[in-house]
Each structure stands twice: as structure tokens, then as C-alpha cells.
């Protein structure tokens, strides 16, 4: 049994840094090691800086275990000490400790939001801080075109610290980076993360759904953060679904499907174009809210000057407004009733119903609530593209992070 020796091409890896430590020990044991330095770098990472005192005791482990842990991690530079000295340990003899910091700058990652018409790109490093953004159109949606056109975006992003590329899209996605199915683009069985690290010269390549992305955002440096379990809502073209149980995202080989989307929500709303009936597709995507106002006033008007128009007292665009937010908190109220999350986070670029609408909402929540139960804990978070971005670079951290 042997641990990867590089991660990533020409670069120091976690794995390499590991494994040139304990080299000396048993295979079995070399694994455990590095996990444990794998769970050391997270724990810097996302709570730090922390005291060795502090890890040693999340861990288990003797301080002098930790040290010898994080002393190759300090050496590589993935971790640093700050400048403060530890607190909390009076009377301890010889030179105090420092709580360690992850040095995050070392460590770069390209994150790109696909859609049928432009990429969004994003350069960030390991704290997923944003550093640079790009933008790239789409003369087509052919596969050669597409590969072309991502390889011409991370080439104007990447640096010298780049250590791989996640792609994020709507969409079913493999675990081993083929797009199964992605109706905008009209893909089927792409290759797509091994035909862009190709075009690329081997970089590692991560193909995720967009949601699963913005999930693990929210997960490991969001508002998920820390909490055992939690769920995300998003509006927008479509109704996506995340859900987080027991710190790990809950994934299926029908995720990116659109699953929630057909849920029904109204037994009297519009019809969705698969034919069901105030189906969350029908209620809470900005097209279908469009269209339905569109077709009430006989005139064309875009999602957001639907809920302009609502806000001005418009009465059909304020009645479509309104069954759209009982809508989605009815939503709201399903995913806390089933999944039983410790929050619901409602985001997505169709995120403004939630605020136009908030009184619906609440409504829609309460009706489909048991008033026994515990007031739920839902927040409402706008996004941009380039969110959307970095959900695909957090999955590129993880990947780096977690092996």
C-alpha cells in the first residue's frame, strides 16, 4: 500500500508531506497518520488559528503527537504560527506555544460556472477568498468549442500557485467527471473534467453540479458552517436542492436531476412545462414567474420587473407574487419537516422573491408547519455568478484537502 507521492503535478501536496514524514513506518500506520493531518489541516483551516492544546484535545492525541504532526505541515508551509502566543495555560514552564494559522495564499484554486451562454471564473485561494474574476462567452455549446473556451479562461486566471479547476453546472453530474445529462448545454455523456485536464496540460479538474458547489460553500466557510446538519433552497432558472446531515453533503446519482423541482406546491398554479400543476418549477423559477405575469397583462415583462410591479401595487403581478412566496415556504416547511435541518438557507438569482414576498413566506411556513414544533431557522442569501464560481472552486479545495 502506497500514499500518492504528488497530488498535484510539481506541487507539495499534503499527501507528499505525510508521507515523506513517516515513510519510515507501516503502511497501515502511515494511512492513519495522514488522516490525521488531513483532520489537523482542516481543523486550521476552518476554525483557526487554534492551539496545538486546542487540537491535541479535538483529536485526542498528546501535544507531543501534535507536534510531530505539524511540524512537516509548518516546514512545507501549509501551516504557520501566528504571532500571538497561546493563551489559557498558566504556569506552564519554557517558551509558549503559538496557535497555528493555514497559510492560505500558498494554495490557488479556479472556480468556473458554466452555462449555455458564458463562463464565470473565479480565482481564489485556500480560504476560498476571491482574488480575481473573469468572464468568458460562448460562440456555441459544441463540446470541442466549450473545452476551448474554459482552457482560454483559466489560462488568463491561473498563476503559479494553481493547483486545480472546478467546474461547476446545472446538471446530473458522475463522480468520475462525466455531465450525464445537462439539458442547457444539450450534453449527454461528456467527459468533460478529462477533456479540460487534457486541454490543459494534466491540471487537475473537478466536474460538480452548481449546487452541490454553492452547498459545500455554505458548508465549510457559509452560514452552514459548524452546524450538524442544514439544507439549501436556490431560485433561479431552476429549484435546486442541497442538504448536509451529519457535516456530510447527502448526494445520489440523481442529483442534478431536478428532483424538487417537480414537487408540487399549488394545486391551482400554472402549469410547468412538463404539464404538472403548481409544481415548484411552475411556481419559484424566474422564467415561470415571468410568464405568468407576462400572460396575465398581455405584455412580456422580465422576473425582476414582475416583482417591481408587485411592489407598485400592480394587483395580477402582486397575486402571482404572492402565490409564488406561500409557494416557497411550503417548500421551506417540506424540507424542514422531512430532513429536519438545523437551518434552511434560501439563495439563488430568483432569490428576491423571498424578500418581496417575505410575508407569503412566513405564511406558506406556517400552514404547512406543525405548531408544536420549533420555529424554523431559515436565511435568505443573494448570489452572483461568481458565487456560483467559487462553489466550483471549494469543491477543487475539498478534493485537494480530502484527497
Given at each position: ?15 507528499l ?13 502511515r ?90 471564473g ?159 418549477a ?25 416583482l ?28 424542514a ?39 424554523i431557522?431559515?436565511?435568505v ?23
Amino acid at each position: 500500500m502506497q500514499i500518492p507521492e504528488k497530488l498535484c503535478d510539481g506541487h507539495t501536496s499534503l499527501y507528499l508531506v505525510t508521507y515523506n514524514t513517516v515513510s519510515t513506518t507501516a503502511p497501515a500506520q502511515r494511512l492513519q497518520l495522514f488522516g490525521l493531518s488531513r483532520d489537523i489541516c482542516l481543523d486550521v483551516l476552518l476554525e483557526g488559528p487554534i492551539s496545538r492544546a486546542d487540537l491535541a484535545r479535538r483529536h485526542d492525541l498528546t501535544p507531543g503527537t501534535v507536534t510531530r504532526l505539524t511540524a512537516p505541515l509548518l516546514r512545507s508551509g501549509l501551516l504557520a504560527e501566528t504571532d500571538e502566543p497561546e493563551t489559557g495555560s498558566p504556569g506552564r514552564l519554557g517558551r509558549p506555544s503559538k496557535p497555528l494559522t493555514f497559510v492560505a495564499d500558498n494554495h490557488h484554486f479556479i472556480g468556473l460556472k458554466l452555462t449555455g451562454e458564458a463562463i464565470t471564473g473565479v480565482l481564489v485561494d485556500t480560504s476560498a477568498t476571491v482574488l480575481r474574476t473573469d468572464e468568458q462567452e460562448l460562440a456555441g455549446r459544441d463540446v470541442a468549442g466549450v473545452t476551448a473556451a474554459i482552457a482560454q479562461l483559466v489560462n488568463r486566471l491561473r498563476d503559479s500557485q494553481l493547483r486545480g479547476v472546478g467546474i461547476g453546472l446545472g446538471g446530473n453530474v458522475q463522480a468520475d467527471g462525466v455531465v450525464q445529462r445537462a439539458p442547457f448545454l444539450g450534453w449527454q455523456s461528456v467527459p468533460l473534467a478529462d477533456l479540460v485536464s487534457r486541454e490543459l496540460g494534466d491540471l487537475p479538474t473537478i466536474l460538480s453540479n452548481d449546487v452541490q458547489g454553492l452547498t459545500e460553500t455554505e458548508h465549510w466557510f457559509g452560514t452552514g458552517h459548524g452546524l450538524d446538519s442544514f439544507a439549501v433552497i436556490t431560485l433561479g432558472a431552476g429549484v435546486g436542492y442541497g442538504l448536509v446531515c451529519h457535516e456530510r453533503l447527502v448526494t445520489s446519482p440523481d442529483y442534478g436531476v431536478g428532483l424538487i423541482g417537480h414537487l408540487p406546491l399549488d394545486s391551482i398554479g400554472p402549469r410547468c412545462p412538463r404539464g404538472h400543476i403548481g409544481c415548484a418549477a411552475a411556481m419559484l423559477t424566474d422564467s415561470s414567474i415571468a410568464a405568468t405575469v407576462s400572460a396575465g397583462l398581455g405584455r412580456a415583462v422580465s422576473f425582476d420587473e414582475s416583482l417591481d410591479l408587485a411592489l407598485d401595487g400592480n394587483p395580477l403581478a402582486a397575486e402571482v407574487v404572492a402565490a409564488s412566496g406561500r409557494a416557497l415556504g411550503r417548500l421551506i416547511a417540506l424540507v424542514a419537516n422531512l430532513a429536519m435541518p438545523q437551518r434552511v438557507i434560501v439563495t439563488g438569482e430568483a432569490v428576491r422573491l423571498a424578500t418581496i414576498a417575505a410575508r407569503e413566506v412566513a405564511d406558506g411556513i406556517r400552514l404547512n408547519r406543525e405548531p408544536l414544533a420549533d420555529e424554523i431557522d431559515y436565511v435568505v442569501e443573494p448570489v452572483s455568478e461568481n458565487d456560483w464560481a467559487r462553489g466550483a472552486a471549494v469543491i477543487a479545495i475539498q478534493h485537494f484537502m480530502l484527497g
